[in-house]
């Protein structure tokens, strides 16, 4: 099991590493707050993960299907349920925020053509987002955990990790954090009920894309250009999350427990075939 995760890794930064590269010699001068550097950088991040993930599915003699991507649910409904799902959360966040007095709207910062052309670029970068960012810790890495430790004690780890990530994020808190990490439980969660990783993807997908373009929020601490209207968070930083955005707020707790609830309900329990069968066992 260390010896996979550490090929995987290695292969991974071997894939990575160039194309971050190719990355900053194409785009570099647009700066790192702009939907097409996000999209080309996560693309690249995308590449190299699921691409090590592919090397290991032949050095291990396994459909790399197994991982959380299955191919013929490729932005299938699962997906689309996900970012369904991903757009509730958001605006019943920011909408328990503005019940508060913690959020409001503001005037709109495009219009016309240009709100239609920089909402589709975001809603593509957010994609690469979340494949490449659900992938990492809820695909490759958790399947060949899960085969060592179980499950569950893999994906706390991993969404430990997750979080661990965002703590270096301009802006960001230990609350912004620890959202992050049950954030990452939860989609785990997801992830073992459904036995693949697109709803989480559709999910991760739509509720950066509501942070960052339709509300204009802060997203773990980010404040990204072009977004939707010139909106303002005001009140105390347990209410709106402050610099960290409504992920830091406390009621991003209370959304994510509804978001389980739901998993729970849409996802009954049952035997799964895939990821999650291999995991739990």
């Known amino acids: 099991m260390a010896w996979s995760l550490l090929l995987y890794l290695a292969f991974g930064l071997f894939i990575w590493y160039p194309l971050q ?11 790192s707050y702009s939907p097409q550097f996000v999209t080309l950088e996560e693309l690249a ?50 909408g328990l ?45 958790q399947y060949t955990l ?14 430990l990790a997750f979080g661990a990530t965002h703590r270096g994020n301009r802006g960001e808190n230990l609350v912004g954090v620890a959202n992050v990490v049950v954030t990452g439980l939860v989609f785990a969660f997801a992830l073992k009920r459904t036995g693949n990783l697109w709803v ?8 950066d894309f509501g942070e960052t373009f339709l509300f204009s929020v802060p997203d773990s601490g980010f404040v ?11 009140g105390p930083t347990w209410l709106t999350g402050g610099t960290v955005g409504p992920e830091g707020s406390v009621f991003g707790f209370l959304t994510m427990g509804i978001s389980a609830l739901a998993i729970h309900f849409l996802f009954p329990a049952k035997k799964q075939t895939g990821l999650s069968q291999t995991a739990s066992g």
Request: proline share 3%; with cysteine.
């Open 146 to 159: 899960s085969r060592g430790i179980g499950f569950w004690p893999a994906a706390v780890c991993l969404s």
């Open 21 to 31: 590269i190719l990355v900053l010699l194409i785009l570099g001068s647009l700066g």
């Open 224 to 234: 990204f250009d072009h977004h939707l209207s010139n909106s303002v968070l005001h």
């Open 200 to 207: 989480a993807v559709g999910w991760h997908t739509s509720f």
């Open 97 to 141: 925020i503005a019940s508060r007095g913690g959020y409001s709207f503001g005037n709109l910062a495009l219009h016309g053509a240009a709100l239609f052309c920089w909402g589709a670029l975001w809603a593509v970068a957010f994609v690469f987002v979340g494949l490449f960012e659900e992938f990492l810790f809820r695909g490759y890495t």
């Open 45 to 94: 991040s995308f590449v190299s993960a699921y691409g090590a993930a592919l090397i290991m599915s032949r050095l291990e003699r396994r459909p790399a299907d197994l991982y959380g991507l299955p191919l013929p649910k490729v932005f299938g409904k699962s997906f689309w349920l996900g970012v369904f799902l991903g757009l509730s959360e958001v605006s019943l966040l920011v």
